[in-house]
């Protein structure tokens, strides 16, 4: 007879150890919540510390709960940079909502697959409500559209391009690869974000194929510019499928001209693609809105709901116009160990044969429960307040001494930079030829002093050749005071560097 092998149970915990032990990570949520206003956001770490201190040994036996613990907890208040900080207002990075959270940590429980409708039927089904109602009722897009959440901006973007290639090469391009035609042709602008530049490399389109298009003064494509490098492609022999539009640009925040990019991609047939990633979810604000009028034409969107919808890292989406289409720039005949017997279930789409990951998280619900818990309206009335909080920044800036605003703001997003005051365009020494190298320099190390200051957090834009700060709110938190504590603390700052870094001809 056979032996049957005794159980091995030593990485099951009941339930009690588990509700222990999940207790003790809320008890450190719960105090990094509570004390959060008066931590620094960031300090001057160095790299070795860091390592050292949480890149320990892996133990060959068991390591105690309660040490476990203090060591997530000197992690999080010794270690950790804290990007929903109200004074965190660089690159483009979400507070983290707190239903998302307890979310998350149920998502991780249930540990479903969502590649799989059979492992992941809940799950399957709230991920296609979700991109079918941002796609639908958010965009504007038609019945018939949707998507799917990703890792974030690039792979949703990735995604976007790969059904944008396969759908206007005009070959069977997944079976005969793009060596089987003519070279493609893939236009953005020069304030495009450089993932779609990275995705046309791993499409084999190349980058080199890439037309980075200029843009106006108020750094919007040049559409007349856009018609030009669409025909000289075409007369080189190129093939010209898809532009990547912009909905709010990481620099600036600017939003293209949607609907005349919308004309274009008719007239020339080309797959009309847009980059929201940062911007999209500003549709559900009344008064951003109109900006995008156009998006509801567009093949496909990207947008990050880890950016303006809040939510935690990491989670973005892509939506498209016609779901078949991106089936077709997927799906596989047959995948031996997957039997799907449509006879005898009523099973529902797989997701994983929509996209390139096959396992997939149940990535949905921290976004999900994080709108059902605050609702669309106040989704809305928060993301125009962030908006809001920029323009007073600006205005802050453009009437005092000690800054000037770069450019417009756009959306949530506000580049200024500091001038001391006889530096200033009204100043005596205004017109010095080493004026504007030397703002660079002082904007450049005032950035990083900042940044290792840890009362503020800001980051910068370089617009056109200058360097400049650069607030970004995605942040339920921030406030107007934050704005306030912002300038304050590049005032400071600023004017202690420039004793020390103004050159002797300035001075």
């Not at 339930?15 to 003790?24: C, L, N, Q, V």
């Not at 939510?311 to 939506?319: D, K, L």
């Amino acid at each position: 007879m056979v032996e049957r092998p005794e159980p091995v149970r030593d990485l099951d915990w009941d339930a009690k150890r588990a509700r222990a032990f999940t207790d003790g990570v809320a008890d450190i949520y719960e105090e990094l919540l509570t004390r959060l206003r008066d931590l620094p956001v960031s300090r001057g770490w160095g790299v070795q510390e860091v390592r050292d201190a949480v890149a320990i040994p892996v133990p060959d036996e068991p390591m105690p709960e309660d040490e476990i613990l203090e060591y997530l907890r000197t992690m999080t208040f010794d270690y950790s940079g804290y990007l929903g900080h109200p004074r965190f207002y660089a690159y483009i990075s979400g507070a983290g909502t707190v239903p998302g959270a307890a979310a998350d940590l149920l998502a991780s429980g249930l540990n479903m697959n969502t590649g799989g409708w059979r492992l992941a039927p809940s799950g399957t089904e709230i991920e296609l409500a979700f991109t079918r109602w941002f796609a639908q009722q958010i965009f504007g897009l038609p019945v018939g559209s949707g998507g799917a959440l990703t890792s974030g901006g690039a792979m949703a973007n990735f995604i976007a391009l790969k059904v944008a290639r396969d759908a206007k090469a005009g070959w069977d391009i997944r079976k005969d690869g793009v060596g089987a035609g003519p070279a493609l042709g893939l236009y953005v602008s020069t304030e495009t974000h450089i993932v779609s530049i990275r995705g046309a490399d791993m499409l084999g389109i190349g980058s080199g194929n890439v037309r980075k298009v200029a843009v106006d003064d108020g750094y919007r494509i040049r559409v007349d510019e856009l018609r030009a490098a669409i025909a000289e492609d075409r007369a080189a022999g190129i093939h010209p499928i898809a532009v990547v539009a912009n909905g709010g640009t990481v620099s600036t925040g600017v939003v293209d001209p949607l609907e005349e990019i919308a004309d274009v991609c008719r007239d020339e047939d080309l797959w009309f693609h847009v980059d929201a990633a940062y911007g999209g979810p500003a549709m559900l604000a009344d008064d951003l809105r109109p900006l995008f009028a156009g998006i509801e034409r567009a093949d496909s969107v990207a947008f990050d709901p880890h950016k303006w919808l809040y939510t935690p890292q990491s989670g973005g989406c892509v939506v498209v116009r016609d779901m078949e289409l991106m089936r077709r720039a997927f799906d596989v005949d047959y995948v031996a160990y997957v039997v799907k017997d449509e006879e005898h279930t009523d099973w529902g789409i797989d997701l994983g044969r929509n996209s390139p990951n096959f396992s997939r998280g149940f990535w949905a619900l921290k976004v999900w429960v994080s709108l059902l818990a605050h609702g669309r309206t106040a989704y809305g009335r928060r993301i125009s307040h962030d908006a809001a909080l920029a323009r007073y920044l600006g205005a802050r800036a453009e009437e005092s001494d000690e800054f000037e605003l770069m450019t417009p703001v756009g959306l949530s997003i506000t580049c200024f930079r500091y001038v001391p005051a006889d530096l200033s365009a009204s100043g005596a020494r205004a017109g010095e030829p080493d004026r504007d190298a030397y703002l660079d320099l002082l904007n450049n190390r005032l950035m990083t002093e900042i940044q290792l200051d840890g009362r503020v957090y800001c980051s910068n834009a370089v617009l056109g050749e200058s360097f400049c700060l650069r607030s970004c709110i995605v942040n339920y938190r921030t406030e107007a005071e934050d704005m306030d504590a912002l300038l304050d603390v590049a005032s400071e700052l600023g004017a202690k560097l420039d004793v020390e870094l103004r050159p002797q001809a300035l001075r």
